[in-house]
């Protein structure tokens, strides 16, 4: 039963492939006068599918940063199909997948990924954070502020778990915390 399941992996990575080539050009392509010479497209190949799926998630992430939203409507569906490629998803995959669908406006499957990542790990910071990012996108300021609350309730005991996502996404943690605490101070 595992054969229609690589035969779908193997065909998402030669599309990844042939959609990045055919997006960067290929390496010995030279560039056009007044454009950008770009960088090799990387090998992907040697990557597990969990490696993939990352990479197109910071790719992802780092078009949203940029508000490059053509970069992020081109790569967010090959991020959310290699994610879903994957056996399991961790708190970590989960949190990544809810941005991703949260970036598309598809708040439904954001608000499940951040369900999932609470029932699992109850209190988990990174569900808090992405319950925020949904109440955000909805302007649902109550369920911005229970994020807020949530979070803080749970941030002492969630920080000693040492949980490697959250070394990991250390900086969105420390900006949330923040902004938690900014928002309930008020």
Known sequence: MKLPWLVAGISVVL????????????????????????????DIS????????????????????????????????????SYGLLDTLDADARYHLGLIHSLSSNTAAARAQADTLEQETPG??????????VAARLGDAAGQEQSYRTFLENFQSEMASGRVEYAEHQLTINAFLEEAQNAIDR
């Open 15 to 42: 599309l990844v492939v042939v959609l990045v080539v055919s997006y960067f050009g290929s390496p010995g392509q030279s560039s056009q006068p007044g454009q950008l010479a770009s960088a090799p497209a990387p």
């Open 46 to 81: 040697a990557m597990s599918p969990r490696e993939r799926a990352d990479r197109l998630f910071n790719r992802v992430m780092s078009a949203a940063e940029r508000t490059d939203t053509g970069e992020v409507t081109f790569f967010a569906p090959m991020a959310i199909q």
């Open 124 to 133: 988990h910071l990174l569900g808090a954070v992405l319950h925020h990012e």
